[in-house]
């Protein structure tokens, strides 16, 4: 059978035709998809997400179990007095920066939007210490509201296959207008799970799932 160039190298494909493939690998791959952090509302997932920075997300559940036991609304933290809430997360790391954020934002919370966690990128963004990467997370797990999330790891996995610029703003234009909005929580939660467990900064290349799909020089042997 003859074998085309494009199909013998399909790294040098263009990207919206690799973008499905390599879609469906990962999805594969990791069938287990999806937010690793707890939360059974909005406003847990909100917290957790600001917990998570620097942190495992195995620690930031260990704590949050106690946590949203006992603040189950945005009220419950306004009213916290900040050194007791620092000290119940001080085990996550920059305790005081994030007692701080939490503490701010749901006041935001309280006083702008009637207690509830806002439903869109604007609302979410506009409250203190949130930035767009936290507000996607909660916008399509909490919500079901189409985003992609780009932390380190989703812009490292991105880049590498020559799915996207570099710098995070140039990973989510490029991530939106490969793939349909119906995908776009896939894609974070598919590509987190790939840049933690196989595209590492040191990347595990020959058991990659897309490695024939992957242009990147530098592949591991
Ligand atoms: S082949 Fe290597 S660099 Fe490319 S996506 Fe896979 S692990 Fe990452």
Request: one cysteine or more; glycine letters at 8%; hydrophobic letters at 40%.
């Amino acid at each position: 059978m003859a074998v085309t160039k494009r199909a013998a190298r399909p790294a040098r494909a263009p990207a919206r035709e690799r973008a499905r493939p390599i879609l469906g690998r990962l999805a594969k791959a990791y069938p287990d998809w999806g937010p690793t952090l707890e939360f059974r509302t909005p406003l847990d997932l909100l917290v957790a997400t600001i917990l998570a920075a620097q942190a495992r997300d195995e620690r930031i559940n260990e704590v949050t179990r106690t946590l949203f036991q006992k603040y189950r609304s945005a009220p419950d933290y306004v009213r916290a007095p900040q050194a007791t809430l620092e000290k119940e997360i001080r085990s996550t790391g920059f305790f005081r920066q994030k007692a701080k954020a939490i503490k701010g934002a749901t006041q935001g919370i309280v006083e702008r939007f009637g207690g509830e966690v806002p439903r869109d990128m604007d609302g979410l963004t506009s409250l203190h210490g949130v930035g767009r990467k936290t507000a996607s997370i909660v916008l399509g797990a909490a919500f079901g509201v189409p985003a992609i999330a780009v932390d380190r790891h989703v812009e490292r996995v991105a880049t590498r296959l020559g799915l996207a610029l570099k710098g995070k703003d140039g990973v989510e234009r490029g991530l939106a207008a490969l793939y349909p909005k119906r995908d776009w929580y896939k894609v974070t939660w598919t590509f987190v799970l790939h840049g933690r467990r196989t595209c590492t900064p040191t990347p595990a290349c020959p058991r990659c799932p897309v490695l024939e799909l992957c242009p990147y020089p530098k592949k591991t042997r």
